[in-house]
């Protein structure tokens, strides 16, 4: 199964000699809404913390979508970001993902952070940061860490508003429930 992304043509494109223009980070918001899609989906059957995550390879064609899976499962690990990698390494057919981005619509948590090492992804793309518990630059910065061998590129804050009013309304309208 794949799904393209009109208008995404990031291939080639590569932030490590200047930083990252706001031009470049525009060009992974139909991705991002894609990611948003899925975190909506997660809300509405099953009261999953709404994240969502999808995979796209080297051609910008996503190879892999999904929302926090954690209560439908009953699986700590399920979240929305494990699970579209899962799905991106099926449809590859092998666990290396290099070159592949992953665009998740919260910054990820240690674990995922580990994953996307895992991988050996090439890029992180997230939309609202955890100050709580996230390992992209906020509490840890895992994915940039020199101590280890591989390095992913991190651009965050892409379409922020709109994935963490989505989170923020969903906690409002629950009890507070530690992730
Ligand atoms: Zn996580």
Do not use: K
Not at 4 to 15: D, I, L, M, Q, Y
Request: net charge neutral; glycine share 10%.
């Amino acid at each position: 199964m794949r799904w393209t992304v009109p208008s995404t043509s990031f291939s080639g494109r590569e932030a490590a000699a200047g930083g990252v223009t706001p031009g470049y980070q525009a060009e992974f918001e139909p991705a991002m809404r894609a990611a948003l899609a899925e975190a909506i989906r997660a809300v509405s059957p099953r009261a999953e913390v709404p994240v969502g995550a999808v995979v796209l390879d080297r051609a910008a064609t996503i190879i892999g979508r999904a929302h926090n899976m954690r209560e439908a499962d009953a699986d700590p690990t399920a979240h929305a970001e494990i699970v579209a990698i899962r799905q991106a390494a099926r449809e590859i057919g092998g666990w290396r993902l290099a070159g592949c981005t992953l665009v998740a619509t919260l910054e990820p948590c240690t674990m995922c952070a580990g994953a996307i090492i895992a991988a050996r992804m090439e890029r992180l793309v997230y939309g609202a940061p955890d100050p709580g518990a996230g390992a992209a630059g906020s509490l840890w910065d895992v994915l940039r860490d020199r101590r280890l061998g591989h390095r992913v590129e991190v651009i965050g804050g892409v379409l922020a508003g709109e994935c963490g009013a989505l989170l923020r309304d969903f906690f409002a309208q629950r009890r507070p429930e530690r992730a």
